[in-house]
């Protein structure tokens, strides 16, 4: 009967029927969206329970963050913007001769493909894909200043701008191309390696290719070069065989990642020392941030549930030991899986995640001062990767796990036994992007002669 009222009501009066409905309609969204956010308040993210034993406690993923960020990043982005506008070189900061001769390729030592096949052959330049000229680009960039390498809609990329320059090189077929479909007069640039947002390149390598005669090397190394002074650099320029891919045909890539130390760190800690490992209790010590960074935050470390930590925690870390444990991974071939992020489900197992290092080192540096800067270099830990691959963001995440791992006075295999993890919150999150640096890609075999750090 009521059902039957309603129907007549609704027939009479159909626009409070409809008021009624809305109100109802927005009662139960307000009661869904309350529940939800009851739900995100109350969740938990629990901190991955370590079977290995270590002389400290690990810090959790949060304290892990607050850790990698609380120190003097600006200057190390200060460093990257000098060496990519020329004011300094790396051997400018290791001051050795290794790095002034041999550290990083140039193009007098090619792959013998490019070096034989720069000049067109004759017999094959007729048509198709062996008629176009393919140059070899090599690009510095200051990884802050723009929004990593892949080209995203508006959003200021490497990709982009250099594929802006590229576009006045173009062929009349691809530019009549572009023009019908209606998009902008671009070249198309092919890389070594993608770098996330903030990840500085000195010697990223990257090509395009033309069916036009007239395109010189030193056209385009004025075109880039005049689009973004200061922000990015060409190295060089070069006509190469028609057969080189910068990513396919590279052998291994180097990268370096320079973590600056705060007043105190790189000592060895005891545990009954009350100086090195202290109790984590509420204070007034909370970090602020200033300039981008946070001040004092290492006093307060936070637990994953949002309280304070009352259990002790490391608070220093020793470059020696974070060497002993990079040490262990080199000449293996290895599954990174747990120390890659943002990959695909079908990636996490099998050859796709694994990778190969050559060479892994870590020392103690300091950067060059300012020229108008009397006082001392800031110090710094300098770690240096090279491999024949790289997962996205893995020497973000192996870097903070080293340091979580040796601040927590893990065995020399603790990263070993991380491969085997089946969660990757067992590795730190990712440490910084301002600390790392593309530093070079090379096309022969790795000479551990050539590494920055002996």
């Not at 002034?100 to 330049?125: C, F, K, L, Q, Y």
């Not at 910084?432 to 075999?445: A, F, H, I, S």
Request: proline content about 5%.
């Amino acid at each position: 009967m009521r059902t039957v009222i309603s129907i007549m009501l609704s027939l009479c009066f159909p626009t409070e029927v409809a008021r009624v409905a809305a109100a109802a309609a927005g009662k139960a969204f307000r009661r869904l969206s309350m529940e939800s956010q009851s739900r995100a308040e109350k969740k938990v993210y629990v901190h991955y329970n370590h079977t290995d034993s270590c002389k400290f406690a690990r810090w959790t993923a949060k304290e892990s963050y607050e850790f990698m960020r609380a120190r003097p990043w600006q200057d190390v982005v200060d460093f990257y913007s000098d060496i990519v506008s020329g004011r300094l070189t790396l051997s400018d900061f290791f001051g050795t001769e290794r790095t002034r001769t041999s550290s990083i390729h140039n193009d007098e030592n090619e792959i013998p493909e490019v070096e034989a096949g720069s000049v067109a052959n004759e017999d094959r330049a007729g048509s198709g894909r062996w008629a176009r000229a393919n140059f070899k680009i090599v690009v510095s960039y200051h990884g802050p200043s723009f929004d990593g390498w892949q080209k995203q809609p508006d959003l200021n990329t490497v990709q982009g701008l250099v594929e802006k320059c590229l576009g006045s090189f173009v062929d009349e077929k691809r530019a009549k191309l572009l023009k019908e479909k209606c998009k902008p007069l671009e070249g198309c640039a092919l890389v070594a390696g993608r770098t996330d947002k903030g990840v500085t390149a000195l010697q990223q390598v990257c090509s395009f290719y033309t069916w036009r005669k007239d395109v010189k090397p030193s056209d385009i190394e004025d075109a880039i070069n005049s689009a973004a002074p200061g922000k990015i650099r060409v190295i060089s320029v070069s006509q190469v065989s028609r057969v080189f891919h910068p990513n396919f045909s590279a052998k291994w890539r180097r990268y370096l990642y320079i973590f600056p130390l705060n007043d105190g760190e790189n000592r060895e800690q005891s545990i009954d020392s009350e100086v090195e490992v202290e109790n984590f209790h509420t204070s007034n010590n909370v970090g602020k941030q200033s300039n981008g960074c946070y001040e004092n935050i290492e006093n307060l470390l936070i637990n994953d549930e949002g309280g304070f930590g009352s259990h002790e925690k490391p608070r220093n870390f020793t470059i020696c030991r974070v060497n002993l444990l990079l040490q262990r991974l080199e000449g293996k071939l290895l599954s990174y899986k747990t120390f890659a992020r943002d990959t695909k489900a079908s990636r996490n197992i099998g050859p796709p995640t694994e990778c190969f290092i050559y060479h892994a080192r870590a020392t103690e540096a300091t950067l060059p001062c300012p020229v108008n800067d009397h006082g001392e270099g800031r110090k710094v830990m300098c770690v240096e990767l090279v491999a024949n691959r790289f997962l996205r963001k893995m020497v973000r995440v192996l870097v903070a796990t080293l340091v979580r791992e040796a601040a927590a006075g893990a065995d020399e295999d603790a990263l070993l036994k991380l491969m085997d993890a089946t969660c990757r919150r067992a590795t730190a999150p990712p440490a910084p992007p301002e600390g790392l640096c593309l530093v070079d890609v090379g096309y022969t075999n790795f000479d551990p002669q050539n590494s920055l750090i002996p």
